[in-house]
């Protein structure tokens, strides 16, 4: 994309509420307890055992949600040292992401977890698939149905980051997870950066911030874990440019969902990538909507089956 201004887009992103937004719930683990809450899993070593994460990360990542106002905390069968961790009711509006997160994990993930087999909308009383819908008109929309707006965000500017150091390719934290690469913070902006138009290595580094050596690695493994497809450029054999696969194009509800709660619910402030809907020509708000009824799909209407194990 030769008009593609980098500076821009570096700016845009880094001052994105995607980005805000991953620097507090992106870590490699968080989400993974964050599903686990909304499929009903409430105490410590139900998480522990499930997971298999550490204890003190998990330990760790429990107290942070509750200090972000997403868990709160109840005694457990009348024991004052136990504890049992609940949903809050900002921790609820998570749930249009955690419906895109599970459609991405169905298909292509291999989360430790346990995910439900189906999903039942009872209000209708079908089975049904999540699908990505606009807010304003009420139709379904894919990648390819928005067009991007950038206009970076000063007050989100101001802000001081909570990773100023490189991203590492080996946690700190605890053992890595059984499967394969890890959606994290850095793989959803690898891919938004790519969706904007970044599509070279030096073009990447710089709109992100990487350094060269670490930059690779991850491009490697998105490559080798069928997140990014790397090929000669035409244009110039010298250089490989990168574009999106099936995976990493599924990931875009994943992604605008979560950009818009940290939008509304956490930081009340626009993000500086801004999507609107092609068809209507409004700006494009996510939903998350039955793909029998067609209507938003609200936590206390939905009924999910495990499989049976």
């Keep these: 994309m030769p008009d593609l201004d980098l500076d821009l887009t570096r700016d845009a ?58 868990l709160r905390q109840r005694p457990y069968q009348q024991r004052p040292l136990r504890h049992a961790y609940h949903l809050t009711t900002k921790g609820m509006t998570l749930y249009p992401h955690v419906l895109m997160m599970w459609v991405w994990e169905r298909r292509w993930g291999r989360r430790a977890l346990d995910l439900p087999e189906r999903l039942v909308h009872t209000r209708c009383g079908h089975a049904f698939a999540p699908a990505l819908a606009c807010e304003a008109c009420g139709e379904k929309a894919g990648i390819g149905d928005l067009r991007f707006t950038l206009a970076p965000n000063t007050a989100l500017q101001g802000r001081p980051s909570v990773r100023s150091r490189a991203p590492r390719l080996a946690a700190s934290d605890g053992a890595e997870p059984s499967h394969g690469l890890t959606v994290d913070r850095w793989v959803l902006l690898i891919v938004s950066a790519v969706l904007l138009g970044c599509h070279h290595f030096d073009a990447l580094s710089h709109v992100l911030g990487i350094g060269s050596s670490v930059l690779s690695r991850r491009l490697a493994n998105m490559v080798d874990a ?66 029998h009824c067609r209507a938003p799909l609200l936590a206390h209407e939905v009924r999910f089956e495990m499989a049976p194990q």
């Design 13 to 70: 992103l880094a001052t994105s509420t995607l980005d805000h937004g991953l620097q507090l719930l992106g870590e490699r683990w968080t989400m993974a307890v964050v599903l686990g809450a909304f499929l009903g899993v409430r105490r410590f070593d139900e998480w522990q055992s499930r997971l298999g994460i550490p204890r003190h990360t998990l330990a760790q990542r429990l107290r942070s949600l509750t200090e972000l106002g997403l």
């Design 226 to 291: 069928g997140l990014l497809l790397c090929q000669t450029d035409l244009a110039d054999g010298r250089r490989k440019i990168y574009r999106l696969t099936p995976a990493s194009r599924d990931l875009f509800g994943y992604i605008l969902c979560f950009a818009a709660w940290a939008s509304r619910h956490h930081f009340g402030e626009p993000s500086s990538i801004r999507p609107t809907h092609r068809a209507c020509g409004r700006p494009f708000r996510p939903q998350v909507v039955c793909s």
